[in-house]
């Protein structure tokens, strides 16, 4: 018996199929051997079995603990988000948007480590221009443009005394000799992960891989990509704006509620520690709403900016950026029901200033605020911030790390906090909107 699987995807058949139904490439479909028979179909002899070695047991008491020892970055809010620096054999999985700035950020956060960069994306001299751009020692940086996984593997090992860190550049553009089809596809990056991640935790150094994301911003290849690594982080920020936020879907030597925020400019990007970075001048005006949330145990403030205007199209538009289209969606549900605001009949457009996504549900209230003082062209209070989740009933719930956000707010003159502690419920907002 024999079976065909598709070179690029994986996907399997029990018959040769002309077009992958999983990937759509043509002429993918590979013919292999069942185990225990031959190319031809017929059953192979019974192969005698081999002798299996028990796996050897380790107490958990013996194991030395490699958080302890990290490697610094140097930048304190990259370090934040990874949870003190680098761990020795860990493997970082550093994806975002084309042009956001990965490239830039991992150059500057190595700068006082040895490095073996590998790029398959840019040259050497393109490299060399931007660290010395950013005033990077070039004599810490050994460059290699490989891109076959094999060869940068005993590159690594035979320069393994002489780094700290290695860096690859990116792992769809890198591709392995044992696997058919082009770099990139499913196969190849399950391949060269593993040997990478194999790597790294044979020699014991630490490793970020550059990987690419999807149109929805999601990493791009397998879900076994992200299964592999330690540490996956996303640079995530509007190409247009001056701000960088650093978030770590997954890690498994720190938290994933720490976000590291950055600034970018001609000289490189600088470290944001204003909380209120985000918010852009103090004039009252319709419409605008600053909200309070907390990432982690840090506590931030962004301004969030709703327009409602009545539409002339049969289908009233939604346009919303930086937060969630369906929790915007709830909202107007509940702003409808209990509030008693008719906007069916309003195009609405929803933005959170400087291109970040807000994730925390403490937003809520800020953004019905929004929204309600835009319908009625009312100016919220001056240095008014709002937190409070809202249910579906109307009522205003707590919030994660409330106490501190509210006292970070007075501490940053933002004197009138508009929260689960003085509003029970959304119908109490307009009298907050009113005393404006």
């Known amino acids: 018996m024999s079976f065909f699987i598709c070179s690029d995807c ?15 490439a043509w002429n993918t479909m590979k013919r292999h051997a069942a185990p225990g028979s031959d190319a031809k179909g017929k059953k192979g002899a019974e192969k005698k079995k081999e002798a299996v070695a028990a796996a050897e047991l380790t107490s958990l008491s013996n194991i030395k603990t490699t958080t302890k020892n990290r490697l610094g970055t140097g930048l304190f809010e990259f370090d934040r988000v990874l949870g003190g620096g680098f761990i020795s054999g860990g493997v970082v999985l550093l994806t975002g948007e084309p042009g956001i700035g990965k490239s830039t950020l991992l150059l500057q956060s190595l700068k006082s480590m040895n490095v073996l960069y590998a790029s398959g994306e840019e040259s050497a001299e393109q490299v060399s221009d931007r660290a010395k751009r950013l005033g990077i020692p070039l004599g810490q940086v050994k460059f290699t443009s490989e891109t076959q996984t094999e060869s940068i593997v005993e590159t690594i090992k035979q320069h393994k005394d002489d780094i700290d860190i290695v860096v690859i550049d990116s792992i769809q553009t890198i591709y392995s000799k044992d696997v058919t089809g082009m770099a990139g596809s499913v196969s190849q990056l399950k391949e060269c992960a593993m040997q990478l991640v194999a ?5 014991h150094v630490p490793m970020v891989i550059v990987g690419h994301v999807t149109k929805e911003g999601d990493v791009a290849g397998p879900k076994t990509l992200e299964h592999l690594v330690d540490c996956v982080l996303l640079f995530e920020g509007d190409k ?19 976000v590291g925020i950055f600034a970018m400019h001609e000289t490189g990007l600088a470290e944001v520690t204003n909380p209120t970075a985000f918010i852009e001048g103090d004039k009252p005006t ?17 301004e969030i900016q709703t327009l409602t205007v009545p539409t002339t199209l049969p289908v009233p538009r939604r346009v919303v950026k930086g937060v969630d289209y369906n929790k915007v969606q709830l909202l107007l549900a509940v702003i409808r029901k209990h509030l008693h605001l008719q906007m069916d009949a ?20 800020g953004i019905v605020a929004s929204l309600v ?8 209070p001056k240095k008014s911030v709002f937190l409070g989740e ?7 719930r707590d919030v994660f790390f409330q106490d ?5 707010a007075k501490r940053l003159s933002l004197t009138k906090v508009i929260s689960p502690q003085n509003t029970k419920h959304v119908r109490e907002l307009l009298a907050h909107i009113k005393s404006a």
């Open 10 to 24: 994986g996907y399997g058949s029990g018959s040769f199929i002309g077009k992958c139904p999983d990937c759509s």
């Open 199 to 203: 790597l790294a935790k044979s020699i």
């Open 240 to 258: 247009v704006s001056m701000h960088r936020v650093l978030r770590a879907n997954k890690n498994r030597f720190g938290s994933t509620d720490e």
């Open 286 to 302: 319709p419409g605008r709403a600053i909200v309070g949330v907390s990432e982690g145990k840090r506590p931030l403030y962004f």
């Open 346 to 365: 309003h195009d609405i457009y929803v933005n959170v200033v400087g291109g970040i996504d807000i994730k925390s549900p403490a937003a809520d209230l």
């Open 373 to 380: 003082s835009s319908m009625k062209n009312i100016s919220l």
């Open 390 to 396: 809202v249910g579906l009933l109307g009522e205003v």
């Open 404 to 408: 501190n956000i509210i006292k970070e």
